[in-house]
């Protein structure tokens, strides 16, 4: 897939990509550990921080379309095209570095080695960060990654609004119970967070990716 081993950057090239994506990343975990008290307080904030499935359904009946749509939208796609250029850039090596982060293994050497077949299709319908880095490595254009992206995650976004709208009831039921447990909710919340960052940062890191 990485054909012709394409120049990498030096460091401050990869520094413009790689710290952006740490914020990205932590924004994400501190919007999970506080989940319960932003859905029922501050949903949009919850929805810039970290606007998983999850999210966008929860906050899809507290939240005015226009800026569900935009924020959820600028969030999901703010990491896309970084994790994009960095499959552009170093190939094979993005491609395990993303295994070693998120795991993958045979599955993602499977879609690996199909990706110029069903490459389209994946970032329409799947654009998340393994399939970024994938189209990057690949070297599918970028115009066609990103009309693809965009508008995949547009369809996205507006199909889980229009699943929220379908189950109003159960959705704010569950806001709710959130409502009146929000403190043991985001006590367990932020604690089984902890947990999780605490183990994956005692498991193997990740490969460095190399410089020019």
């Avoid at 994400?28 to 606007?51: C, D, F, K, Y």
Wanted: charged residues 15%; hydrophobic residues 50%.
């Amino acid at each position: 897939m990485d054909e012709g081993h394409p120049r990498r950057p030096g460091r401050r090239p990869l520094l413009l990509v790689t710290a952006p994506l740490g914020v990205v990343a932590a924004s994400a975990v501190i919007g999970n550990a506080l989940a319960p008290t932003l859905v029922v307080g501050h949903p949009l904030l919850l929805l810039a921080l970290n606007a998983t499935t999850r999210h966008l359904i929860l906050t899809s009946t507290s939240v005015d379309f226009v800026p569900y749509l935009l924020v959820g939208l600028g969030r999901r796609l703010l990491e896309d095209p970084l994790l994009f250029l960095l499959g552009r850039w170093y190939g094979d090596d993005a491609i395990s570095w993303v295994d070693a982060k998120v795991g993958g293994g045979r599955s993602l050497r499977w879609v690996q080695r199909r990706f110029h077949r069903v490459g389209w299709l994946l970032v329409a319908v799947f654009p998340g960060g393994v399939v970024c880095v994938l189209a990057g490595a690949s070297r599918m254009p970028t115009v066609v990654f990103l009309v693809l992206n965009i508008a995949g995650t547009v369809a996205t976004i507006l199909l889980l609004r229009r699943f929220g709208d379908v189950v109003a009831g159960p959705v704010d039921a569950a806001l709710a119970f959130v409502a009146d447990n929000v403190v043991v909710l985001t006590t367990v919340s932020v604690l089984l967070t902890a947990v999780y960052v605490v183990g994956r940062r005692r498991g193997n890191p990740p490969p460095a990716l190399p410089e020019e």
